[in-house]
């Protein structure tokens, strides 16, 4: 089982920006697939972005392509979310997810471990 911790959220006004990151237990990190998701207060969990086992490729959401960044390093056991040009409608709790495989997925049901969450509320 792999261990995710999120950091990084908090309060920020519609137009600025934020960086989240997830810290992975483990020595196999760099052997899975990682994703972001999100969920709005009364709305259910939706995919956010996600990023292959060695970062060579990503995949986002419509909704913040353009504006947001998922990286990673595998070195740091590490995913990020680079989170810019932020909206009001971006405020959820951000979760990240660890897929117990290389390639990365939208769909919720292929991520095996989640993080606890962090929030994430932008202003008017």
């Known amino acids: 089982q792999v261990q995710l911790v999120e950091s990084g959220g908090g309060l920020v006004q519609a137009g600025g920006s934020l960086g989240l990151s997830c810290a992975a237990s483990?020595?196999?990190?760099?052997?899975?697939?990682m994703g972001w998701f999100r969920q709005a207060p009364g709305k259910e969990r939706e995919f956010v972005a996600a990023?292959?086992?060695?970062?060579?490729?990503?995949y986002y959401a419509d909704s913040v392509k353009g504006r947001f960044t998922i990286s990673r390093d595998n070195a740091k056991n590490t995913v990020y979310l680079q989170m810019n040009s932020l909206k009001p409608e971006d405020t959820a709790v951000y979760y990240c997810?660890?897929?117990?495989?290389?390639?990365?997925?939208?769909?919720?049901?292929?991520?095996?471990?989640w993080g606890q969450g962090t929030q994430v509320t932008v202003s008017s």
């Open positions: 997810a660890a897929a117990f495989r290389p390639y990365y997925s939208g769909s919720q049901a292929d991520y095996n471990s």
């Open positions: 483990g020595r196999t990190f760099s052997m899975y697939a």
């Open positions: 990023i292959n086992y060695s970062g060579s490729a990503t």
